[in-house]
């Protein structure tokens, strides 16, 4: 299976200093540098900007939600138009999650038992059933590279032998993905090790979920409010049980502390809304920190949003001008400062790159905390 | 004052066949052709583009509303930026407009007399007044390279000798913006014909204007309701009037077919905010009329927005994927329907050029609205 998977990962380096991994990964829509940072294009669309824009910033590869895009406009319309990359005019790699995550944090009313989750549209309320064959279905529909089986994302609070249940749940409907999976030749699917924040269940899922042999491996159920300490803990645990021939996908992180420290344990794929949702909202991450820009403190500030950047934004435009546009609900002020939050973390992931060929990660780790306004973080 | 005007026309051919102008606007922003159409800046920003992209559609000037950016951020922080052009990153020409007509359409408690207006602001409801020599300093503020005079936007509806009374000010303000006017030498200051569908109103009000002697001439206090028969008329009475070297504006106007019949009968130059009012609305216009890309008709339609159009929004994605974007409220799917339209306008405008050079516009009009969808409008 592992030598047809239309997705592979090459190990280039492991830096000497912190054992990070530095490869390429080769999918049908190209192949490009890990670790890698994936912006998220929520509905099929990477939030205020263009396809070209995301490309031009470097990213070669976004992720896109199968709950939303199932909602709406539906998969079956994405298939007919020809896929999702097709749909959405974008030619490079694509990964979409199972759903299985939006259905547990965006309805109230799930109920969850063998055969799937039951819940209801956070558009207009109707009912939906999510089974592990159906988010396989909807995810060939679409068309992305990477698909993820369905998992169960239990609140990391939970007890011990909820937890447990919910692995060993979450490994039986990886075996239903598995069989419902048929497209392998054009889309690598993806397992995902759950156990929140308990290590020894931890290593019961990564040791049962490699023993499918799949082209890649997510770890799941982190950064989803547990102390950064724990989700370090746990990453520990897991990275040295998955095999180095493979990619490791730590869901849902996309902050600077937590993209370096998980590149440190191992990891080589990141996605977050991060940097689009704090643009949108007005603030943006800079080198000497988050900066919230549309505060009045900028108003007449004609400095570039972060000195040391080299973005669109930051060459062209005044933090009083875009604190002006975001001010006045201008749709550009968003555009700038979701240019400049996805460009600060590819670029952060590129200078992570560099650091890790140069066996220097924990030191570059170092530096950039030092940062005036990142040490707190 | 004509020869050290900053601003100056060039005529460059007469159609045979309309009697429409071609010519040369020289600014000191750059120079371009005309007839031309000027997309509107509102709050300094053509809405959901960059000037950038503006530019890449032939834009060579916009237009930006004095009374908004009065409001916010406030003319002393744009002329602390460095001017309008440096604050919003366009260095073309910039028009603005005296702040008149957006008193008198936003504000519910305006009192006019002869010192000016007096009105609540929008944004939080606070009584400023603005006099002629307000308008011309905040334009001066702004730097933009043609600024308007502060005129009186009455009703078209009322009678005769409210309309008079209102050119009689309008002449008397005229007088003051002339006066109050210093920046001769980087900033042309335009009149303003007014005089409401009275055809010996307008006339009177076109003699009084043209003996300023002013670099351009505006035409005011039209397309606000009046049927268009009367439009056109008071046009044909007034341009006629208007001296042959000085550019003609017809102000606030944007939908084709104004557009071509305003050209026909002697205006250089237009501004509206319908582009990019319609496509936010998901509404575009295409060669076979105006199309509402949101309706459930273009669900599944994956065909571009107008199959003659060369834009980027129809050169990449289909009616199916925009109607998906502003049905999901994505930012980018009034990105691509704004874009669609001014380059719809931008290139109406050209072709309404070349249809000159030939001596063949009434042709072109001809064509124009012999296609499905415009005949109606």
């Known amino acids: ?29 190209g192949s490009f540098e890990t670790p890698v940072f994936m912006p998220v294009g929520t ?19 976004i992720l896109a939600n199968t709950y939303h895009l199932w909602m709406r406009p539906g998969h079956d319309l994405i298939k007919e138009a020809g896929g999702l990359h097709k749909f959405m005019n974008w030619p490079k790699a694509i990964l979409t999650d199972s759903g299985g995550f939006q259905v547990f944090s965006l309805s109230d009313a799930r109920r969850i038992d063998e055969e799937g989750v039951k819940f209801n549209s956070h558009i207009d309320g109707s009912l ?37 249940g919910s692995v060993e749940r979450t490994l039986r409907w990886l075996e239903r993905c598995s069989k419902q999976h048929e497209n392998t030749a054009q889309q690598a699917l993806f397992g995902i090790v759950q156990g929140g924040v308990y290590e020894d269940l931890r290593r019961l899922s990564a040791k049962e979920t490699i023993s499918f042999n799949l082209p890649g491996y997510a770890i799941g159920g982190l950064s989803v409010g547990e102390p950064a300490d724990l989700m370090y803990k746990m990453l520990e645990v897991v990275t040295p049980i998955l095999p180095e021939d493979k990619p490791r996908y730590l869901m849902g992180v996309g902050s600077p502390d937590y993209l370096i420290e998980g590149v440190i344990r191992g990891i080589d794929m990141f996605d977050c809304v991060l940097p689009t949702r704090l643009g949108r909202n007005g603030t943006v991450m800079t080198s000497e920190g988050r900066l919230t820009v549309r505060n009045a403190t ?22 009083a001008y875009i604190r002006h546009l975001i001010k006045a609900n201008e749709i550009l002020g968003l555009r700038l400062t979701t240019w400049h939050n996805l460009h600060f973390l590819i670029n952060l992931m590129s200078q ?26």
Chains 1, 2 share one sequence.
């Not at 999510?130 to 698909?147: F, M, S, V």
């Open 43 to 61: 509905q099929a669309t990477v939030k205020a900007m263009t396809p070209e824009e995301v490309s031009s910033l470097g990213a070669e590869i």
């Open 352 to 377: 992570v790159r560099e650091a890790i060929s140069r066996n220097e990660l924990l030191d570059y780790r170092d530096h950039f905390f030092s940062q005036a306004g990142w040490a707190k973080e």
């Open 1 to 29: 299976m592992t030598t047809d998977s239309p997705v592979k990962y090459e190990l280039i380096h492991v830096c000497k200093q912190s054992g990070a991994r530095r490869g390429i990964l080769h999918t049908p829509h």
């Open 128 to 164: 939906h059933k999510l089974t592990p064959e159906l988010a396989i279905d909807i995810q060939t529909a679409l068309g992305a590279d990477i698909i993820m089986q369905l998992d169960e994302c239990a609140d990391w609070q939970k007890d011990r032998s909820y937890i447990k």
């Open 298 to 319: 900028y108003a007449r500030d004609f400095t570039p949003l972060d000195p040391n950047c080299s973005c669109y934004a930051c060459r062209n435009y005044t933090r």
